[in-house]
């Protein structure tokens, strides 16, 4: 689509949209190609493999943060979230049990005040989004990442920052292994 037809789809005008395109750009999100337009980026695998890496590692840290400021009222709003969780995998609700996950791990990167390992993490997540398969998840994998998400909060209840570290760490590799996963299962089909 070009700039016109975007700027009357969203009844705007061009220069709030290229503005917000090149916001898109800059975190990495679309490509600009010199008088042909905007296109979304894709992501190799082998890119989504390595961001898979850098997210274990800045969510590690996240998990360790969060051990100094764990609250009651904390462990409860994410009891609530794996609850929910365990509902949507329970009827295999894809699409709501994406969209909770992505509030809890949200709710979690905030919990840990650190503006700078938000943004970082944000952006990581950000990318993978571009490439990732909402299709190839199967409700089990639902049901173990949640899981992981229980082992997570115990960690962080127990005050173990390096337990909790581990914990977090485990959990971003545990999903890069079903990545992979789901690329060999799509691989094996076509």
Not at 100 to 107: A, Q
Not at 133 to 158: C, F, P, T, W, Y
Request: some cysteine; glycine content about 6%; charged content about 25%.
């Amino acid at each position: 689509a070009t700039e016109i037809h975007l700027s009357s789809k969203f009844g705007t005008s061009r220069g709030p949209l290229r503005e917000a395109m090149r916001g898109l750009a800059a975190r990495g999100l679309v490509s600009i190609v010199r008088n042909r337009g905007m296109y979304v980026r894709s992501i190799s695998t082998e890119e989504a493999l390595q961001i898979y890496d850098v997210r274990a590692a800045i969510f590690g840290l996240a998990g360790r943060l969060l051990t100094e400021k764990v609250t009651d009222q904390m462990l409860d709003e994410l009891a609530a979230h794996l609850n929910t969780m365990d509902s949507y995998a329970a009827s295999r609700d894809f699409e709501a049990y994406y969209h909770t996950n992505l509030k809890f791990h949200d709710y979690l990167m905030k919990a840990t005040d650190n503006n700078v390992l938000i943004l970082e993490y944000k952006s990581l997540v950000d990318k993978l989004h571009l490439c990732r398969a909402k299709g190839l998840v199967q409700s089990g994998n639902m049901i173990v990442s949640n899981r992981e998400h229980r082992e997570m909060i115990d960690s962080i209840a127990s005050g173990d920052k390096y337990r909790s570290q581990e914990a977090f760490f485990r959990h971003v590799e545990r999903a890069k292994s079903r990545f992979l996963a789901a690329l060999s299962s799509t691989a094996d089909i076509d």
